[in-house]
T-cell receptor
């Protein structure tokens, strides 16, 4: 059983649409990372959050620790948002190496 | 700042050859990590380090070795390359408490 499940696996949207990517996990965590992997392969950290909500530009991340669920929202999507978005729960109460990565959601935004 | 620098970006090895993937960061981060990414799979932790002189195994350490003699450098060594080690390797670093991970650009390794 996968400890981290992301949905959807693939998502195609029209420019301007509101995007939601979901992440559910089965392990106890103290924080969760959202990462963006560009088509060229590079990985960028978007958020780390342990409760509530964080916003950066058109990106919003929310987490519900009790329900073991996090969402990443993109408002007014743009073709440059096309990338793979990766959810990674972390247990920083244990080892610093304890991140578990989802397989990612591949987003394609059409003009 | 250069951030996290990985070399080489691409490499083809023959079965049984050895090589070292280099990783260096100039942000004075204590924590450094090596991950591998296989097609359609999530990143898997190979080894990590919480400071100079300290390393520990991750989820998939077999076939690899690391060292951390300085804060800046965290090389990953493949001793006897096998086709199962064909993958994209990412080095990352972070500072305690900040949470933000900084990734290198990745190294694509093919073992034939």
């Amino acid at each position: 059983k996968n400890e981290v499940e992301q949905s959807p696996q693939n998502l195609t949207a029209q420019e301007g649409e509101f995007i939601t990517i979901n992440c559910s996990y089965s392990v106890g965590i103290s924080a969760l990372h959202w990462l963006q992997q560009h088509p060229g392969g590079g990985i960028v950290s978007l958020f780390m959050l342990s409760s509530g909500k964080k916003k950066h530009g058109r990106l919003i991340a929310t987490i519900n620790i009790q329900e073991k669920h996090s969402s990443l929202h993109i408002t007014a999507s743009h073709p440059r948002d096309s990338a793979v978005y990766i959810c990674a729960p972390a247990d920083y109460g244990g080892s610093q190496g304890n991140l578990i990565f989802g397989k990612g959601t591949k987003l394609s935004v059409k003009p | 700042n250069a951030g996290v620098t990985q070399t080489p970006k691409f490499r083809i090895l023959k079965i049984g050859q050895s090589m070292t993937l280099q990783c260096a960061q100039d942000m004075n981060h204590n924590y450094m990590y090596w991950y591998r990414q296989d097609p359609g799979m999530g990143l898997k932790l190979i080894y990590y380090s919480v400071g100079a002189g300290i390393t520990d195994k991750g989820e998939v350490p077999n076939g690899y070795n690391v060292s951390r003699s300085t804060t800046e450098d965290f090389p990953l060594r493949l001793e006897l390359a096998a086709p199962s080690q064909t993958s994209v390797y990412f080095c990352a670093s972070s500072y305690p408490g900040s949470g933000e991970l900084f990734f290198g650009e990745g190294s694509r390794l093919t073992v034939l």
